[in-house]
């Protein structure tokens, strides 16, 4: 069995930072893409950052500039490191990742997600 467990989430001020961090566990053979996506109350879930193996990342149009994800493969790790936080960055934030098993299946997974909350 492989699991995502996300941890970092929190209260901050405007202008403060947070650094996400999602770990994944269990009989994994390798990792492709890792990502963040985030969700706010009355909105779809939608794409922050994600990142390569190889260590090409994407970003939202919204976060470019602030937020920078990052990833250590020898972990099963990625991070995401937010400064500058807006009250729109407020949502739950949800790690992601395709997982290839040691039995080699594929798998979609996603975390349990953490909450961010920036407000004075």
């Known amino acids: 069995q492989v699991q995502l467990v996300e941890s970092g989430g929190g209260l901050v001020q405007p202008g403060g930072s947070l650094r996400l961090s999602c770990a994944a566990s269990?009989?994994?053979?390798?990792?492709?893409?890792m990502g963040w996506y985030r969700q706010a109350p009355g909105k779809q879930r939608e794409l922050v950052a994600t990142?390569?193996?190889?260590?090409?990342?994407n970003y939202a149009d919204s976060v470019k500039g602030r937020f920078t994800i990052s990833r250590d493969n020898a972990k099963n790790t990625v991070y995401l490191q937010m400064n500058s936080l807006k009250p729109e960055d407020t949502a739950v934030y949800y790690c992601?990742?395709?997982?290839?098993?040691?039995?080699?299946?594929?798998?979609?997974?996603w975390g349990q997600g953490t909450q961010v909350t920036v407000s004075s």
């Open positions: 992601n990742a395709e997982v290839v098993t040691t039995l080699l299946r594929s798998y979609d997974l």
């Open positions: 269990g009989s994994i053979f390798s990792i492709n893409v």
């Open positions: 990142i390569t193996r190889g260590g090409s990342t």
